[in-house]
């Protein structure tokens, strides 16, 4: 069975730090996708990243970059210099042929300012 | 702005009723999912349907349901409601019916009284 582990609950910072979002997957499969989506207070998900699982550059797209490392079934997420509209639910999800996606518990950031 | 529009944003009603939610899929995407995000279960898969056809149920009760028309939008039924099944619904939509990235809605906030 599919499962993903986001073990940070709530991540508090001040702004201007760097911040790590971490997120484990456990999967049978050898073709899955790997997501990120942003939940800020006004409630919709932002999509940010998919990356399947045959890829494992990481990447970098503005303050965002994500490291994804098959060797330890993990897809981190790390916020360079954080803003305050960085505060946000953070979740990571998995996907595989069943096309739904199963989320994470998700991380809830806060950049103090 | 994903693309994918939900109604309606708020929706307040008593135990007993019944509720529809509608979603409008991304123009030309034929792929159309419901999730269901609550505080005790988190965000969970409820239904996929794809052109018109129901291709996969995740933990949807009996008691919902949902279809897709043929301009692809697509409504979920809530009937015989309970406390529990205040949430936020939301639709994603995506181009196809394989693992590509799904968009989602703003979500529809449900209370039940």
């Known amino acids: 069975a599919q499962k993903v582990t986001q073990a940070q609950t709530e991540i508090s910072v001040v702004e201007k730090e760097d911040v790590t979002l971490d997120c484990v997957y456990e999967?049978?499969?050898?073709?899955?996708?790997l997501f990120w989506y942003k939940q800020p207070p006004s409630g919709e998900l932002v999509f940010l990243i998919r990356r399947n699982s045959f890829d494992e550059q990481n990447e970098i797209s503005g303050r965002y970059s994500w490291n994804f490392q098959k060797s330890t079934s993990s897809f981190n997420f790390t916020i360079t210099a954080s803003q305050v509209v960085d505060s946000a639910v953070y979740f990571c999800?998995?996907?595989?042929?069943?096309?739904?996606?199963?989320f994470g518990t998700g991380t809830r950031l806060t950049v103090i300012p | 702005d994903s693309g994918v529009t939900q109604t309606p944003k708020h929706l307040i009603t008593a135990t007993g009723q019944r509720v529809t939610l509608r979603c409008s899929p991304r123009?030309?995407?034929?792929?159309v999912y419901w999730y269901q995000q609550s505080l005790d279960q988190g965000l969970q898969f409820l239904i996929h349907?794809?052109?018109?056809?129901?291709?996969a149920k995740g933990n949807i009760l009996e008691r919902f349901s949902a279809q897709q028309f043929p301009d692809l939008h697509s409504e979920l039924n809530l009937s015989s409601l309970e406390l529990g099944d205040s949430a936020l619904y939301f639709c994603a939509s995506s181009a196809d019916r394989t693992t590509d990235t799904q968009y989602f809605g703003p979500g529809t906030r449900l209370t039940v009284l």
């Open positions: 123009s030309g995407d034929l792929s």
């Open positions: 999800a998995f996907q595989t042929g069943a096309n739904n996606l199963f």
């Open positions: 349907y794809y052109n018109g056809e129901e291709r």
């Open positions: 999967t049978r499969d050898t073709t899955y996708y």
